[in-house]
C-alpha cells in the first residue's frame, strides 16, 4: 500500500516563528502536492512539485514556499507564521499524468498563536 | 475556469439505505477525470472510485458507483446498503487537463443513523 507519512499530527507555534512541515511518500511517485483546508472552502492547493526541486505554485502560495531535495520528501515551509495560516495541512502524492488517484497523508492540524 | 459544486452541505441516511451524494463539474475541456474521497473524523483522506470523461460504463467499486451524466456534467456518488462507517466528510475533484492538480468542492458531510 502506499504510504504518505507527514511529520505531525498536531502542532502549535506562535506568530512569526518559521514553520516546517514535512512529507515523505514511499511509492516513488513523481508528483507531491500540499493543500489547506478549512470549513466550507474544502482542499486548496498551496504548491506541488512533479520533480526533484520542480515546484509550481498552487493557487493560494501567498506566506508559504516548498522545498523538494529528494523525490520522496516535500516540504512546505511557513517563512513567518501568522494566525490566519491555522488550519489543516495534507500532503498528498500520485504517479504523473492518467486515471491514478493522488494518495494523501493523514494531515497537520497547525494552530498559530 | 474549471469549477466542482457540491450543493449539499450535509446530508442524513439512514442504515442499509442507499444514498446519492451530488456533484456538478464545469470545464471546457474533452479529456478530464472525476475523483471521489471520504475523509472520516480522523482526518485522512480514502480515495474512493475514479470515472474519466471517455469511459463509457458508470465506474463502480463495490458499494461505491459513480453515476456519470456527461451531457449535464454531474458525476454524482451512489452508496447503496449505507452504514455507520460512511458517516464522514465526502469530496468530489477534477483533474485539470494535462497536469495532475485536482480541484476539489466544497465536501458534503454525510451522517448515517441507526
Known amino acids: 500500500d502506499v504510504k504518505v507519512t507527514q511529520s505531525s499530527r498536531y502542532l502549535v507555534k506562535r506568530t512569526g516563528e518559521k514553520v516546517f512541515l514535512e512529507c515523505v511518500q514511499d511509492?516513488?511517485?513523481?508528483?507531491m502536492f500540499w493543500y489547506r483546508q478549512d470549513p466550507g472552502l474544502g482542499l486548496r492547493l498551496i504548491y506541488f512539485s512533479y520533480d526533484v526541486k520542480m515546484k509550481e505554485k498552487g493557487d493560494i502560495p501567498e506566506g508559504y514556499s516548498v522545498s523538494r531535495e529528494k523525490k520522496e520528501r516535500f516540504s512546505l515551509i511557513l517563512e513567518s507564521a501568522s494566525t490566519n495560516q491555522t488550519s489543516m495541512y495534507l500532503c498528498a502524492s500520485s504517479f504523473v499524468q492518467g486515471a491514478q488517484p493522488q494518495h494523501f497523508g493523514d494531515g497537520t492540524r497547525l494552530s498559530i498563536l | 475556469a474549471q469549477k466542482i459544486t457540491q450543493t449539499q452541505p450535509g446530508m442524513f441516511v439512514q442504515e442499509k439505505e442507499a444514498v446519492t451524494l451530488d456533484c456538478t463539474y464545469d470545464t471546457s475541456d474533452q479529456s478530464y477525470g472525476l475523483f471521489w474521497y471520504k475523509q472520516p473524523s480522523s482526518g485522512e483522506m480514502i480515495f474512493l472510485i475514479y470515472?474519466?470523461?471517455?469511459?463509457?460504463q458508470n465506474a463502480t467499486e463495490g458499494r461505491y458507483s459513480l453515476n456519470f451524466q456527461k451531457a449535464r456534467k454531474s458525476a454524482n456518488l451512489v452508496i447503496s446498503a449505507s452504514q455507520l462507517g460512511d458517516s464522514a466528510m465526502y469530496f468530489c475533484?477534477?483533474?485539470?487537463?494535462?497536469?495532475?492538480?485536482?480541484?476539489f468542492g466544497t465536501g458534503t458531510r454525510l451522517q448515517v443513523f441507526p
Open positions: 470515472q474519466g470523461s471517455y469511459d463509457e
Open positions: 511509492m516513488d511517485h513523481e508528483n
Open positions: 475533484a477534477m483533474r485539470e487537463h494535462n497536469t495532475d492538480k485536482l480541484i
